[in-house]
Structures are given as structure tokens and as C-alpha cells.
């Protein structure tokens, strides 16, 4: 087996929004800067799947509305209104990279949304693949050398060790297609491979187990946690509501900025949101949370209908989310009649609102010279959804700080023999092991182990969830084999996403309250006494991790949050 061995100043792992703003900025210093993508860069991952709407904030607007829209009692207010403008240059950036939106006279057309009501989205003309192309060619215009179809299986330390007491050095993978080992030495790494997810998942119906991007599986953050970095939002509970036939983006922005709450119908034919619904409480866990109601109480299922749109927003929605639409109307759906049928997601089953390293403002992880951005890390809790502008902005800030660390360091790190030889003997494993069992048998054991945590999480469910958990990882993913590189990327993604949903288990379990998309029948209340705080995980030993809680910093907060208790709205509509 061929290995090939490359040196970088900076090494960008990824290759959605939040890999190019990283590997673009970084250029941007004069450093060299190889990025290194598991599919292909402007095809892949979350970035090229978008629901084709951009947030940001443009001079004249009220910040007291973005700040009362965008934040939450767990993030940094602060800092987000910092950073409002940024969000503005972010936009600018798309647009100078070729990225095509709609326009009104001249100017960028704004919509609202899901979470703020006033004009705040622009709206991609060609939708997210052509947003993935731009960026693309504009990484290659700025000198980024890149690398496609080499998958990241773990992050080289200065010791040699995992978990490290030194810093990163480097990383080691392998390539999808040919087999071949790639062993990157570089004197910054910058992680933005996206969010966690259990990878190729089989569809359901109730429930959507199936997530997208389809090979989300968190693999960096899972060799960031192997590495010793300190995890952070890790309890991201229930996947939003998405189409349940379709491996496709949601596209509720772009579907309540046209239609309002009004979009969702039950099988009854009734539309059972409305827009009172929406000044009471309007965020996805909310959604998600009514959805569930009306299958639990037989009215399921439930969709959108967007019938009562006029024609030309209909063809802006298609303008706008092409894939969406396009899925929809090649399973024969008409949008001017049907409703698409639409399910809340299960427990663990994706970081929507981004999981992973925690970081500062500066893109820094807990451990030197390995920066995180996007989905893969918890944004800084700048807010809580992370969508396209924060994951621009959060590699925005690793792309400057990596350039000006390696600036500093005159020599190249040396790497580790052993460690190289570790993970390539690791990777490989399943090419040569005897009476294997198939990726799908595994795949669906973990379904039915998510299935069982639904409606809602309670201890019992947990704990029985993480000894199901358990038994996977320790009796069956040992016996996973690969016959060819193709199926040897599916069991490596499966063999790394495991370990993380049970670190997602364990803090679930942890969290003994009901917030947002983490919803406990036996502890239905919010909490703003006792967990006004960051749950954070870290590897401790080889065997062992370490979970403690942070208290929010009082000086986050311009919006300071309410003292008590308060019935989640789950339990209040459902009055369970």
C-alpha cells in the first residue's frame, strides 16, 4: 500500500463553507495551506446541501433585534453582537467569490425566517450547489492546495500520545477510493469536517434516522476528542423536523420565510401552526416539539403544504433550494396541492447546531496548534444554531489565528513512526477480517438503539440505551469488514461516529433538565437554577473521560435570562 507523505504550513480539514473561509484567510498571510476533503470539495458536505439562505446583519439594522432573535440563555451575547458586522463581511465574501443571489434593484434581496421575522436571509439564486462550486474555485484562486477523497482518521501529536500532553502535528488518513495512506506533517491544523452523525443511516418513518449529508459521521471531532481537546454542546437531542423520504435539507428557512409557521398540516388536513404560534415561541425545538404532538395524539402524519404560496414564490422556492424541490417533484409531488410529509429526527442522531471542540473567539481549541470551525466545534456558543454565517465566520477566525501561529514557528514538527504505524494498522483493520459482518446490520442496531429513546429521554431509556451502545462498540464493530477502499470509508465513519453518540448519551443522561431539543419526561422543567451551564467532556486516560459543568459567564449576557423553573413548551402542549 502506497503512502504518501506531504508537509503544510497549514492543514484545512473539510471542505464546506466553513473549510474555505478557514484556508482562504489563512492565505491570506502568505503561509501554504493544504486542505484535505473526505468527498470533494464544492460537492460535499453540508455547505453544497444548503437550504440556500444566508443570514446577515447590514448596516441600519437593530441590533436589539438580532441579539433577541439569534440568542439564548447558554451563549455569548456579547460576542455575538461583536461579531454582528463580520457577519456582513462574510456575506460580502460569498458574493465576491461568485456566489449568486437574488437581487432587487441592484441590491441582495432579504427574506425572514424560522427564528427573526424581519428581512435578514439572503437568498441564493442557484441555491446551495452553485454556492459550493463558487467556493470552490475561489480556495483554488487564493493558492489552497487541495486534496480530495482522503479521509481523516486521526490527528498526530508532538508525544506520540492519545491523549496528548504536547500539541498537534499533523494528521493520518486514507484515501476512498484507492486505499492509499496519506500522512500529513504540518505546523497548524484546523479541523471543519462537519457535524456529527450516525453515516448512510436507513430511512424511517415516524422518525427521520437518516441525516444530511448522508456520510456525516464526525469523524473530526472524533479524533479531536482521541486527542485530548474538550468537547462542548454535545447534547443536541432531537434532530429538527425534516422530510422524511428525502436525504435533503429541511429548508425552513426558506419554507417559513414564504409561508410562515401556516406550512405545517396534519393528516386531517388542518394547519395546526399558526402565526400566534410564532410570538410565543418560533424556534425549531418548538417545531419540532408541536410536530410530535400531532403524531403521538394520531394525526400524523404531518407535512408541508405550500399550496397557498402564489406561483411566482413557489418558482422562487425552486430558484432558491433546487435539490429540495427537485427531490420532491421527482417522487411526483406537486407543491401546488400536496403536502411533503416531514418528521422530528431521533435522539443523538445529528449535530444540528453544531457539537464538537470547544473554542474561543480565536477558532483555538484546548490543545496547541489545533483549531476547530463549523459543526465541529460549539461555534464559541456565539449562538446556538450554527448555520452558514457562523460556521464562515468561526473558520474566519482559525484561518487568521493558525496563519499567525505558524508565522512564529520557523521549523516543521517531526511525527511520530509509531503513532503514523498505529493508525494505519487501525484504518485497515477491516480489510482483513474473517467471516465479517456487514455495515448494515451494525447501521440498524443503532437505529433500533436511537428508536428506543423516543418520544422523549428519561433515565431509564438512557441507560438502557448506552449498554446497547456498549455492546456495538465492544462485540460487533471489532467483526465490521471492508472488501474494497468504498466500503472500507463506511466502516471507519461508523467505527468513529459510535464512541461520540455515546459521549451524546452520557451528557444527555447528565443534563437532568428539558431544554431545546433535549427533552426529559422526567425532567420536564428548565432549569435556569442549576444548569445555567456548559456540559463539557474531555478523554482523561485512554480508558477514561471526564464530564464536568462550566457556569455560563454572567458577563456573556445582555439579555440577562430569567431565575426558576419553567414547564418546556413539549410538556406544555402536550400537557404530559
Not at 137 to 143: D, H, Y
Not at 463 to 474: F, K, N, P, Q, T
Request: some cysteine; aromatic content about 8%; proline content about 5%.
Amino acid at each position: 500500500m502506497a503512502t504518501h507523505r506531504i508537509e503544510t504550513d497549514v492543514l484545512v480539514v473539510g471542505g464546506g463553507i466553513a473549510a474555505v473561509f478557514a484556508a482562504c484567510k489563512a492565505r491570506e498571510y502568505g503561509v501554504d495551506v493544504m486542505l484535505v476533503d473526505k468527498a470533494h470539495l464544492g460537492r460535499s458536505g453540508c455547505t453544497a446541501l444548503a437550504s440556500g439562505v444566508n443570514h446577515f446583519f447590514q448596516p441600519g439594522d437593530d441590533e436589539d433585534v438580532w441579539i433577541r432573535g439569534e440568542s439564548n440563555p447558554q451563549t455569548n451575547h456579547r460576542l455575538f453582537k461583536e461579531n454582528l458586522m463580520r457577519t456582513y463581511e462574510v456575506q460580502k465574501f460569498l458574493e465576491r467569490a461568485g456566489v449568486k443571489f437574488v437581487m432587487d434593484g441592484g441590491k441582495v434581496l432579504r427574506v425572514g425566517g424560522a427564528r427573526l421575522a424581519v428581512p435578514h436571509s439572503s437568498m441564493m439564486a442557484e441555491g446551495g450547489p452553485q454556492m459550493g462550486l463558487a467556493l470552490r474555485a475561489e480556495t483554488l484562486r487564493q493558492g489552497v492546495r487541495v486534496i480530495n477523497r482522503v479521509m481523516i482518521t486521526g490527528l498526530l501529536t508532538s508525544d506520540g500520545k492519545l491523549p496528548t500532553q504536547g500539541r498537534v502535528v499533523g494528521a493520518v488518513g486514507f484515501h476512498a477510493r484507492t486505499g492509499e495512506s496519506y500522512v500529513f506533517r504540518a505546523k497548524a491544523v484546523i479541523m471543519c469536517t462537519g457535524p456529527y452523525g450516525i453515516p448512510y443511516h436507513r430511512a424511517e418513518t415516524t422518525y427521520v434516522t437518516r441525516s444530511m449529508p448522508i456520510d456525516a459521521s464526525g469523524e473530526g471531532i472524533h479524533a479531536m476528542w482521541e486527542a485530548g481537546a474538550v468537547l462542548g454542546k454535545m447534547e443536541i437531542g432531537i434532530k429538527s423536523p425534516s422530510p422524511i423520504e428525502f436525504d435533503c435539507a429541511p429548508a425552513l428557512e426558506m419554507l417559513t420565510a414564504l409561508g410562515g409557521h401556516t406550512i405545517w398540516v396534519n393528516r386531517l388536513g388542518h394547519r395546526f401552526l399558526t402565526e400566534e404560534f410564532r410570538k410565543k415561541d418560533f424556534g425549531r425545538s418548538a417545531v419540532a416539539s408541536a410536530i410530535l404532538k400531532e403524531y403521538l395524539e394520531g394525526r400524523g402524519p404531518v407535512g408541508i403544504n405550500v399550496s397557498h404560496l402564489r406561483p411566482d414564490e413557489r418558482r422562487l422556492l425552486k430558484q432558491v433550494v433546487p435539490i429540495v424541490v427537485g427531490n420532491f417533484e421527482s417522487a411526483g409531488y406537486d407543491l401546488a396541492r400536496d403536502t411533503v410529509p416531514y418528521s422530528v429526527g431521533v435522539p443523538a442522531g445529528k449535530g444540528v447546531s453544531g457539537a464538537g471542540a470547544r473554542i474561543n473567539e480565536r477558532g483555538e481549541t484546548s490543545i496547541a496548534a489545533l483549531y476547530a470551525a463549523g459543526n465541529c466545534s460549539d461555534g464559541a456558543y456565539i449562538c446556538l444554531g450554527q448555520t452558514l454565517y457562523v460556521c464562515g465566520l468561526t473558520g474566519w477566525w482559525a484561518g487568521e489565528s493558525a496563519a499567525k501561529w505558524v508565522r512564529t514557528e520557523m521549523k516543521m514538527p517531526e511525527v511520530s513512526a509509531d503513532q503514523v504505524a498505529l493508525y494505519e494498522q487501525r484504518y485497515s483493520e477491516p480489510r482483513s477480517v474473517k467471516d465479517p459482518l456487514a455495515f448494515e446490520e451494525v447501521r440498524d442496531q443503532v437505529a433500533e438503539i436511537q428508536l428506543g429513546l423516543t418520544p422523549t429521554l428519561n433515565a431509564r431509556n438512557l441507560g438502557a440505551a448506552l449498554d446497547r451502545l456498549d455492546s456495538v462498540i465492544e462485540e460487533k464493530l471489532p467483526k465490521l469488514g471492508a472488501s474494497d477502499p468504498r466500503r472500507l470509508a463506511r466502516v471507519n465513519a461508523i467505527k468513529v461516529s459510535l464512541p461520540i453518540m455515546r459521549l451524546v448519551l452520557q451528557i444527555m443522561e447528565h443534563r437532568k433538565e428539558s431544554r431545546g431539543n433535549l427533552i426529559r419526561d422526567d425532567h420536564p422543567f428548565t432549569d435556569n437554577d442549576e444548569w445555567l451551564v456548559h456540559t463539557v467532556i474531555q478523554r482523561a486516560t485512554e480508558r477514561e473521560s471526564r464530564l464536568w459543568d462550566i457556569p455560563v459567564p454572567e458577563d456573556w449576557w445582555i439579555l440577562r435570562p430569567p431565575k426558576g423553573k419553567f414547564l418546556h413548551p413539549y410538556f406544555q402542549e402536550t400537557g404530559k
